[in-house]
């Protein structure tokens, strides 16, 4: 594969922040992601959280599965630390990563096939676990590296390419990481930037497991009549020697609706996705106010978005298991390996 290389030269007047990077410092290589994809603009408010936070790109570990949206870590802060895991596999690989070295920040960014499907366990344990971490989920409902089936985040009801109906029941991130633990949750949306950068931020800034679910329909592959979230889309294919897939220039949707405004989205395709921004006067810290919220927008055909709940006092997976303040990855031998007398009184308090 070829990469195209941004020019190193920064325009002057772009503003550093107190750490001395600009917004380019936060970049990474350019996408090849279709045009017009909402994932690109995840990775744009990242890079302007992290700015505005002013934190040091060689502090942050960003980890990824696999997937349109596990492309996206090279797409922004190519100067920090990154590891790209196997198939559903990103969160028990952060969550060894974390154990060893707590002084990084770790960002998962992760999809609807990758963290809903193969890898809903691993998912499941990281949020319970309270594992320090930023866990995005680029969720488009359709598994774009495949050419369009279903994920499990697909409404039931819609529509594929070729007709077929999905009659299976839509897996709920939001409300699973409500019910498993995690002391951070909301929902985004990637045409909505004013609201994601704060709701990253938020959640960089959180002392547990923070998950953000944000709402990037797919430019390619959802946009047929039935579907509920989607872009339009030009295809073009000679079946008889190869096939070529044209991916036409769409315009991303963008939009702010004030706090309490349902945004009726009308895409492309001529679907239409109901996204209601909470109130200003939401209480985010009642977890079980928010799953009610939640299951109530759910009937009335609407998704919320916004900071949904947050616990004030969250405590992540070192103090749970009692880990000392130091890295593990910088202790010696002697500490790692304190000896067979050690071992024999750990063994003895276990019987």
């Known amino acids: 594969m070829t990469y195209i290389a941004k020019p190193k030269l920064h325009h002057p007047s772009l503003v550093p922040n ?10 990474g290589r350019v996408s090849t992601l279709c045009a017009g994809c909402g994932h690109d603009s995840i990775s744009a408010a990242l890079i302007q959280a992290c700015w505005a936070l002013n934190i040091e790109p060689h502090r942050v570990a960003k980890l990824s599965g696999i997937g349109c949206s596990s492309k996206t870590p090279d797409y922004f802060l190519g100067a920090s630390h990154g590891f790209n895991t196997v198939h559903g596999r990103m969160p028990s690989v952060l969550t060894g990563a974390n154990l060893a070295n707590r002084e990084l920040l770790y960002l998962g960014v992760s999809g609807d096939g990758d963290s809903a499907s193969i890898g809903l366990g691993q998912f499941a344990h990281a949020m319970r676990r309270g594992v320090r971490m930023v866990y995005i989920v680029e969720n488009n409902g359709v598994y774009g590296l495949t050419k369009g089936q279903f994920s499990a985040t697909a409404d039931k009801g819609s529509k594929s390419k070729k007709g077929a109906v999905n009659n299976d029941s ?70 008889a020697v190869n096939r070529i897939d044209f991916i036409d220039l769409a315009p991303e949707v963008t939009a702010e609706p004030a706090p309490g405004q349902v ?11 109901r996204l209601r921004k909470l ?13 009610n919220h939640m299951q109530a927008m759910q009937a009335e055909g609407e998704i919320p978005t916004g900071l949904i709940y947050v616990d004030p006092m969250a405590s992540d997976l070192h103090q749970a298991m009692g880990t000392i303040p130091t890295a593990l990855n910088v202790l010696d031998e002697a500490a790692l390996c304190p000896g067979e007398a050690a071992l024999e009184k750990l063994n003895a308090s276990l019987r």
């Open 18 to 27: 107190q750490v001395g990077y600009t917004r380019r410092d936060y970049e």
């Open 263 to 273: 945004l009726t989205l009308a895409q492309h395709d001529g679907s239409i996705m």
């Open 170 to 239: 839509p897996v709920d991130l939001v409300a699973l990481a409500l019910q498993l633990g995690a002391s951070y949750v909301g929902r985004g949306f990637s045409g909505d930037k004013a609201q994601l950068v704060p709701l990253i931020e938020g959640a960089i800034r959180h002392g547990g497991a923070a998950f953000i679910d944000v709402i990037s329909p797919c430019v390619a592959f959802n946009n047929h009549p039935g579907s509920t979230r989607s872009y339009d889309q030009v295809r073009e294919h000679n079946e």
């Open 279 to 291: 109130h200003a006067d939401f209480d985010p810290t009642d977890r079980r106010t928010a799953m």
